[in-house]
């Protein structure tokens, strides 16, 4: 039995904590009734589907003009965020790679940081973050 009912021409799927997401040919998205996108929500190439901190549902959505749309209480976008090629959606925060290579992240990120619970909070600055694997 399908998740979304109608969802007979996907080109993507996202699924996060109940939510589910698929991306049409005509870049429309289908979604489940708990975190329904924006009604002028068009033109979408990519699509990720994450949480605020394992509690809420959020959407992001790639535009085929390079911008970037999140929906359902997720992060918003640093303003100017311009020339995205790829999104990716995470607890709380939000990444984009631009046409010249450059990480754009914005949201919050908890971090474990040991074995009984105790965490780290990281605030991502709005705007061009450069490539690093300096804490991979």
């Not at 390079?66 to 990716?88: D, E, N, S």
């Not at 959606?89 to 992240?105: I, P």
Request: charged share 20%; net charge negative; with cysteine.
């Amino acid at each position: 039995m399908p998740v979304l009912d109608g969802a007979d021409d996907i080109v993507q799927a996202a699924s996060f904590f109940g939510a589910y997401f698929a991306l049409r040919t005509d870049g429309t998205v289908l979604a489940s009734a708990s975190s329904p996108p924006p009604d002028d929500l068009r033109d979408v190439v990519q699509i990720d589907a994450s949480t605020i901190h394992g509690h809420t549902a959020y959407g992001l959505a790639l535009l085929g003009d390079g911008t970037v749309r999140v929906w359902a209480g997720g992060p918003q976008p640093p303003a100017g965020l311009r020339h995205a090629k790829q999104i990716a959606a995470g607890s709380g925060f939000c990444l984009a790679l631009d046409e010249a290579g450059k990480v754009h992240g914005w949201g919050k990120i908890t971090v474990a940081a040991t074995a009984d619970g105790d965490s780290t909070d990281f605030n991502l600055t709005a705007g061009k973050q450069e490539p690093t694997t300096e804490h991979l």
